[in-house]
């Protein structure tokens, strides 16, 4: 079945460098990524929507050039995280979509930046 | 409110039992999906529903669409079925984004 391969799944780095974070699509081409967040105990919050080829729609309250968003191909998407600060640690996960085979996740990051 | 709302928020029960979960809705949907998140973070999809019913193994997911209402029942519990269990629908206006529900963290016990 369609695979949604995530790395790194866990991360640590120090505050001002940036952390990149790649999901590939195996198996199938996502036309779509979808990037979320989670906090502890909360539900999944949508950073941004990419399509293969496009520039990233972003939700309102995401900044753009903090979160890069790369979906430069059908089979991956990179989301980059610039001068990271402890409150950009977070849990990470991508989703990818394509007609016919719904919505495939990716294992998610455990960001921590100290 | 939210838009997607689950019941309960926690749910502990011993090995064997029937579970139900349930998902309500306010907006227009194009499909409902169940997902199960395990305590590494990781999501599974589990089903995706725009009418009736499915079944999977011991999973069984419904859904009312008259009713903005879906249910995700687990029969013969184990231990290993601990998880966050969460609904998310696709809007009729938003292509293909999802919202989601604020999750059900299901405990069972040996």
């Known amino acids: 079945g369609a695979v949604v391969s995530q790395h790194p799944s866990r991360v640590i780095c120090k505050s001002g460098t940036s952390v990149k974070i790649e999901c590939r699509s195996l198996d199938f081409q996502a036309t779509t990524m979808f990037w979320y967040r989670q906090f502890p105990k909360q539900s999944l919050m949508l950073m941004a929507t990419?399509?293969?080829?496009?520039?990233?729609?972003?939700e309102q309250g995401v900044e753009k050039d903090k979160f890069l968003i790369n979906h430069a191909s059908l089979t991956l998407s990179t989301l980059t995280v610039t001068s990271a600060h402890p409150e950009d640690s977070s849990f990470y996960i991508c989703?990818?979509?394509?007609?016919?085979?719904?919505?495939?996740f990716g294992s998610g990051t455990r960001l921590t930046v100290v | 409110k939210n838009e997607v709302e689950q019941s309960p928020q926690n749910l502990t029960a011993q090995e064997g039992e029937f579970i139900t979960i349930n998902c309500s809705y306010s907006v227009g949907i194009s499909a409902l999906h169940w997902l199960q998140q395990h305590p590494g973070g990781g999501i599974v999809s589990l089903f995706m529903?725009?009418?009736g019913k499915k079944k999977h193994g011991r999973l069984i997911a419904t859904i009312n669409i008259q009713e903005k209402h879906s249910s995700l029942h687990i029969t013969a519990s184990h231990p290993r079925d601990s998880a966050v269990y969460i609904c998310a629908v696709a809007e009729e206006t938003s292509g293909s984004r999802l919202t989601f529900g604020e999750g059900t963290q299901l405990t069972v016990n040996p």
């Open positions: 989703s990818g979509a394509a007609k016919g085979y719904g919505y495939t």
């Open positions: 529903l725009s009418s």
């Open positions: 990419s399509n293969e080829g496009s520039k990233a729609t972003y």
